[in-house]
């Protein structure tokens, strides 16, 4: 998938595409030095990571708060965060990796993009945005029983989880139901016919 065709397929603007593109850039800059991403995703940036964290962005169209946990290189946060700007889409970037946030903070100034990176264990950032989430996301992070265990709290005061997992996301949602009773709708991915996107909602402990 071209950079070119991405940009014209997700109906995005000339200001959004030269901003993603320059993450790009600089991601392809930095990762020689600070080892950002998986070396074998670096050949498909656009699809793997910047069109699959886009993907996101049109699921809860109306979220204004956006939490985005373990955030990594700043997928999906930084490119929702660039992709939503003009919606009013505020997103806040969790990572306790310090090079990582150098990373997301730089992207962030370059681009003027609306995103608070908090440099903490996502643990300690949680409790902060119980009633204030309209969404909460983690891409490539941990199981669903262990998403759910941290982002309970959010997701019982009404936030929308929104959690891409790979071919395993059966087994992940029997697992998970054995300790949680919650609704889940299970969406198909642009970028990987194995792969769904779970979208989580109404959430109690079994206990």
Request: no cysteine.
């Given at each position: 998938m071209s950079a070119s065709r991405t940009a014209s397929e997700l109906n995005v603007s000339r200001e959004t595409f030269e901003k993603l593109a320059l993450l790009e850039r600089?991601?392809?800059?930095?990762?020689?030095?600070?080892?950002?991403?998986?070396?074998a995703t670096l050949d498909q940036i656009w699809e793997r990571h910047i069109v699959d964290s886009l993907q996101l962005l049109d699921l809860v169209p109306d979220a204004r708060t956006w939490l985005d946990l373990g955030s990594g290189a700043g997928f999906p946060g930084l490119v929702l965060?660039?992709?939503?700007?003009?919606?009013?889409?505020?997103?806040?970037?969790?990572?306790?990796?310090?090079?990582?946030c150098a990373f997301l903070r730089h992207i962030a100034r370059l681009t003027e993009s609306a995103a608070t990176v908090h440099e903490a264990r996502l643990e300690t950032v949680i409790p902060g945005f119980v009633?204030?989430?309209?969404?909460?996301s983690a891409r490539a992070l941990a199981s669903l029983v262990q998403l759910l265990d941290w982002t309970a709290p959010v997701l019982k005061a009404g936030t929308i989880g929104l959690f891409p997992k790979g071919r395993d996301v059966e087994t992940e949602l029997?697992?998970?139901?054995?300790?949680?009773?919650?609704?889940a709708e299970t969406?198909?991915?642009?970028?990987?016919?194995?792969?769904?996107?779970?979208?989580i909602t109404s959430i109690e402990s079994h206990s």
């Open positions: 600089e991601l392809r800059r930095w990762q020689a030095i600070k080892n950002l991403v998986g070396p965060a660039i992709a939503g700007a003009a919606r009013g889409l505020k997103v806040h970037l969790v990572e306790s990796n310090s090079r990582k009633g204030k989430a309209d969404v909460v029997t697992e998970a139901r054995k300790k949680w009773t919650f609704e969406l198909p991915s642009l970028t990987d016919s194995d792969a769904r996107i779970l979208r």
